[in-house]
């Protein structure tokens, strides 16, 4: 009747759901395990940001500016090992479900699916103690340069403490501390292109998800925002 679920497209679906209440390809399921999850995962992500040194001196609505457009790397720099791209699986972080990247590209683009499998497949290989993990996430929390501030000042001197951190627990740990920075540079270039193409991203999954996401206000919030610098 429907031909096969892999290629009922979006709008195709969201019909046949409308008007039957039919989950053709479990496509709902997956979309509010998802919503579960991301609800838990932003709670923890701002209570993290309560405990950074000097976070919680800064304008509220700075703050605010700042967890949104840093959420998608910030993100994926603490669930990175929970991607393996050369099987195309992943798991979500509190282990409730298991999904495929083919299942994911029915709700993201593509594109931004298979960047984030490359991106976490190259974390993986850099081997990150759990002291610069931390480091590299309050350092993408800092930026000052994509989105509107207030003090953008006070910010900056915050990110610039946090990179003489990293600096100073990687030459302690690293004997080829000059690759090991290039490395750790070039991936935070790459997830800043990233967290370009996932603002136009979320503008599609809103246009065509957005009926459904009302029971997440967390994800809503986060995904709703735009890059307005």
């Known amino acids: 009747m429907f031909g096969t679920a892999k290629d009922v497209t979006t709008k195709d679906?969201?019909?046949?759901?409308?008007?039957?209440?039919?989950?053709?390809?479990?496509?709902m399921a997956h979309f509010n395990a998802k919503g579960k999850s991301m609800e838990e995962e932003i709670a923890q992500y701002v209570n993290f940001t309560k405990i950074i040194p000097g976070f919680k001196s800064l304008n509220p609505k700075d703050v605010s500016n700042l967890l949104k457009a840093s959420h998608c790397e910030f993100?994926?720099?603490?669930?990175?090992?929970?991607?393996?791209?050369?099987?195309?699986?992943?798991?979500?972080?509190?282990?409730?479900?298991?999904?495929?990247m083919k299942t994911i590209e029915k709700f993201w683009s593509p594109e931004w699916v298979k960047l984030v499998f490359k991106l976490a497949d190259m974390i993986?290989?850099?081997?990150?103690?759990?002291?610069?993990?931390?480091?590299?996430r309050v350092i993408i929390l800092t930026y000052t340069d994509r989105c509107k501030l207030k003090d953008r000042e006070k910010i900056q001197i915050l990110q610039e403490t946090f990179l003489d951190c990293l600096n100073y627990q990687l030459m302690k740990s690293h004997k080829d501390y000059n690759r090991y920075v290039y490395k750790i540079f070039d991936i935070l270039l790459r997830l800043r292109d990233l967290t370009e193409l996932n603002f136009k991203v979320n503008q599609k999954f809103l246009q065509e998800w957005g009926f459904a996401i009302h029971?997440?206000?967390?994800?809503?919030?986060?995904?709703?925002?735009?890059?307005?610098v």
């Open 13 to 27: 679906y969201q019909q046949i759901f409308a008007e039957t209440g039919i989950d053709l390809d479990d496509r």
């Open 124 to 136: 993986q290989k850099l081997e990150l103690s759990l002291e610069e993990i931390v480091l590299i």
């Open 75 to 100: 993100w994926l720099l603490g669930n990175y090992m929970l991607f393996n791209n050369e099987l195309g699986t992943a798991i979500s972080w509190n282990g409730t479900f298991n999904t495929t």
């Open 215 to 228: 029971e997440f206000p967390l994800w809503k919030e986060i995904v709703s925002y735009e890059n307005d």
